[in-house]
């Protein structure tokens, strides 16, 4: 199971990295084309597909492999005890938060169903499962920063600097 969720975490960073790149080309590539004379309609609908999908997977990339949000100045000054319950609470704050993502993200996306990407002839559902499919991951990713902050980095599953 650990091998294939770092296979898992290992394609998702390549897949956003090669996202990234498609974004790139196509706003540059509709740029140029723009300017030329020969806009290329879709590539607007394009690109608000793939950021979307890449906003939420790069966010679950960001949480797996860099420490959270926090203000060390402040929090490094709290003994170890006070630490641990605002670490704890950011990641239950977090969890909810994405829980209610998961919760509505499906029913809208299910919603958009009917709806189309007005160029690209697919439904606009393919950007919106993109908020509860990474809210999903986020929250395992979230729920595995929580087990190591308590038990120690998992084999072989860690990323973050600070388990290393």
């Known amino acids: 199971m650990k091998k294939a969720y770092i296979l898992f975490c290992k394609a998702e960073e390549y897949l956003v990295a090669l996202l990234t790149f498609a974004i790139m080309m196509l706003v540059f590539g509709g740029a140029v ?12 609908d394009l690109s608000l597909l793939i ?6 997977l790069g966010a679950d990339v960001a949480i797996r492999t860099t420490g959270l949000i926090s203000i060390d100045l402040v929090v490094k000054r709290f003994p170890k005890l006070v630490q641990d319950i605002l670490f ?3 990641i239950l704050l977090s969890l909810a938060f994405l829980f209610v993502l998961v919760r509505y993200g499906v029913p809208l996306a299910i919603e958009n169903y009917e709806r189309p990407f007005h160029s690209l002839g697919i439904s606009f559902s393919y950007a919106t499962i993109a908020a509860p499919v990474g809210s999903f991951l986020m929250s395992i990713s979230l729920i595995i920063k929580l087990v190591e902050r308590f038990r120690g ?5 860690s990323t973050t600097e600070e388990a290393s």
Request: positive net charge.
């Open 51 to 56: 950021f979307a999908w890449l906003i939420f």
């Open 153 to 157: 980095p998992i084999s072989g599953i």
């Open 88 to 90: 704890t609470g950011g």
């Open 33 to 44: 084309m723009r300017t030329i004379g020969n806009p290329i309609n879709w590539a607007v």
